[in-house]
């Protein structure tokens, strides 16, 4: 048998995604798991985008599409850029891909070389340093203490530049952590990257609509417009409009990044398939009173869990203000026995416990580069988060 490529050699399947294939299996089992590793919204798609791509269907609209995205969709995503962000971008200056991650895969494609280097404060999304080893350039995590509301500071970033610095990553609100940046903490940082004109800043905005406590939500290009020429603003409707499994995400950049994108794009990609393109100006363009609406809910279930998770001695979590992510602090259990017989010796254990004795699936804080911590989805019904902190405050209990 040929040899696997040695790109592949330190690249590992997504520990949320393993996670929730877990879940997936143990329910086809036949038993009660909770599953609170998903990053994906329980809410279902919005009528009018369905009806949109019922629609393009009838109409024919099953052929080809251009790589880069119809017209339409790239004009009523550079009119969501326009009135959410304050950022004109040009048709000519968008692209769509599978998702937002292929739209960051595609990002590091075309600019990457070996040994470059790419700055990622962590903990961050799993994805993001497994993408930048992929191109052959080094992940160079900054650490972001829970101290700090998970959010690194300015000097920081500052002492991890280099000469073969060649991206910043940002993601606000931030997986795994539900942290915002505020404007103040966002410019601290776009002071920093202008006095480094050779790096370019990929924000990841993904989570945008999924705030609390009437935090506002800013984008770096928004907050420090002299940035607008080496910022990619990155987007999708997977989280915002319950739209995962219809694989859209777009961006908006300088045109010279844009279209190094759009070759990548004609080698990886046959572009989105027509009927999600469709559905995607309809929500764009449609209401938006639904992304208020879910994020109430959202709100309501965070505070459920995080009054939940207070209840528990050992645990200790941060108050996120967006996303739906809670990264619990287990650093009391480490060390610990299981009430099943598990040495807890480190985070992965303590969700491996976890999943096996009270069928509870979490994710492990190592996976997002820090530990000891598990993240929680509360992106599910107020009964399994019920059934789910029940447990899990059972298994807790157990811990000796």
């Known amino acids: 048998m040929p040899e696997i490529a040695d790109r592949l050699k330190n690249i590992a399947i997504s520990a949320s995604v393993a996670m929730t294939q877990k879940a997936r299996d143990l329910a086809a089992q036949g038993i009660d798991v909770v599953g609170l590793s998903t990053g994906e919204p329980d809410f279902p798609t919005p009528p009018h985008a369905i009806e949109a791509a019922y629609a393009a269907a009838l109409a024919g609209d099953t052929r080809y599409p251009p790589i880069d995205g119809t017209p339409a969709l790239r004009a009523a995503i550079a009119r969501k850029f326009k009135r959410d962000n304050g950022l004109d971008y040009a048709v000519s200056q968008i692209i769509t891909a599978g998702g937002a991650r292929q739209i960051i895969f ?23 340093a497994d993408i930048v080893r992929f191109t052959g ?46 404007r103040s903490e966002l410019q601290g940082i776009a002071d920093v990257m202008l006095a480094h004109p050779h790096i370019w800043i990929l924000t990841d905005d993904i989570y945008e609509h999924l705030l609390y406590d009437d935090c506002e939500f800013l984008t770096i290009a928004q907050v420090e417009p002299r940035l607008y020429d080496r910022v990619l603003t990155v987007n999708g409707v997977s989280k915002a409009y319950s739209m995962t499994g219809w694989r859209l995400g ?21 572009g989105i398939a027509t009927l999600a393109q469709a559905a995607a100006v309809a929500v764009l363009d449609g209401p938006q009173d639904l992304l208020k609406e879910r994020a109430a809910i959202y709100r309501e279930r965070r505070d459920f869990v995080l009054g939940k998770l207070a209840e528990i001695t050992g645990l200790r979590c941060h108050k996120p203000q967006g996303a739906f992510y809670l990264f619990v602090n287990i650093a009391a259990f480490i060390g610990k026995t299981s009430a099943g017989g598990r040495r807890i010796g480190s985070d992965a254990d303590f969700v491996m416990a976890l999943i096996e ?19 929680l989805s509360y992106a599910t019904s107020m009964e399994r988060l019920q059934t789910g902190c029940a447990r899990l405050a059972a298994f807790c209990e157990g811990c000796r």
């Open 106 to 128: 595609n990002a590091m494609l075309a600019t990457l070389n070996a040994g470059d280097e790419v700055i990622i404060p962590t903990p961050s999304w799993i994805s993001y």
């Open 137 to 182: 350039a080094v992940p160079v995590p900054v650490p972001c203490h829970e101290e700090n509301g998970f959010k690194p500071l300015p000097a920081d970033i500052a002492a991890a530049v280099s000469n073969k610095t060649k991206w910043l990553l940002l993601n606000y609100p931030s997986n795994p952590t539900g942290s915002v940046a505020s």
């Open 250 to 270: 777009f961006c908006g950049g300088p045109a010279p990044l844009i279209k190094a994108m759009s070759n990548v794009n004609t080698q990886n990609a046959g």
């Open 357 to 375: 004795e009270q069928y509870v699936v979490s994710v492990p804080g190592a996976a997002y580069g820090m530990s000891p911590y598990i993240r």
